[in-house]
């Protein structure tokens, strides 16, 4: 089993839909859990951190259920400007070394 | 406040070849990293460094080989290039352990390395 597995994807949605990401993680010790955005032929970004309680940043939502070791990334009002790759990442060492998903493309249309 | 860059943006090199992929940060980051990213594929860890004179292996260290004089560069070399190594390679850095925020990984630009 990979370390974190995400939706294939890539998910096609017209403006103003909801659309979820899913991802799980093998690695139980895992610590910190992040979803990043990445713009075709980019670097990445950090869109928000995932807190056990889940946490909302405008339109997006960052659940984490720890005993599925499962994370979920929710948008709502899907904007054009939201079409990216969103990558699941996880950190489980004492180094803040990260372990990324394959990411989910997304792709936002009029 | 450059944050992190990386040169070169683009090289193309023929196998055998050996090059240095430079990268430094200005934000005064103790933690550093080398990623490779190939198409369709999420980020792979090369190696890190947790502050000057400090570095580890990740988990595709080999052809590859760092060094951390300063606490601003971390330059990746490849020796003997092959075209396994053809792929876009990013540098991060990270203020370190303490806080949550301290995980945030803030990434160069990239370098986009052909092997031919």
């Known amino acids: 089993r990979k370390e974190v597995e995400q939706d294939p994807g890539p998910f096609n949605v017209p403006e103003g839909a909801t659309v979820a990401f899913n991802c799980t993680y093998s690695n139980s010790a895992s610590q910190s859990f992040f979803w990043y955005r990445q713009d075709c032929r980019k670097e990445p970004k950090l869109l928000m951190s995932v807190y056990s309680s889940g946490n909302e940043d405008g339109r997006f939502t960052a659940q984490l259920n720890r005993a599925s070791q499962y994370i979920s990334l929710l948008i709502r009002d899907s904007k054009l400007s939201d079409s990216a790759t969103y990558l699941c990442?996880?950190?489980?060492?004492?180094?803040?070394?990260?372990?990324f998903g394959k990411g989910t493309m997304l792709l936002v249309s009029p | 406040n450059a944050g992190v860059t990386q040169t070169p943006k683009f090289r193309i090199l023929k196998i055998g070849q050996s090059m240095t992929l430079q990268c430094t940060q200005d934000?005064?980051?103790?933690?550093m990293y080398w990623y490779r990213q190939d198409p369709g594929m999420g980020l792979k860890l090369i190696y890190y460094s947790v502050g000057a004179g400090i570095t580890d292996k990740g988990e595709v260290p080999n052809g590859y080989n760092v060094s951390r004089s300063t606490t601003e560069d971390f330059p990746l070399r490849l020796e003997l290039a092959a075209p396994s190594q053809t792929s876009v390679y990013f540098c991060?850095?990270?203020?370190?352990?303490?806080?949550?925020?301290?995980?945030?990984?803030?990434f160069g630009p990239g370098t986009r390395l052909t092997v031919t």
């Open positions: 934000m005064n980051h103790n933690y």
């Open positions: 991060a850095s990270s203020p370190g352990q303490g806080a949550r925020v301290g995980y945030e990984q803030y």
């Open positions: 990442v996880v950190s489980h060492s004492g180094y803040s070394t990260l372990t």
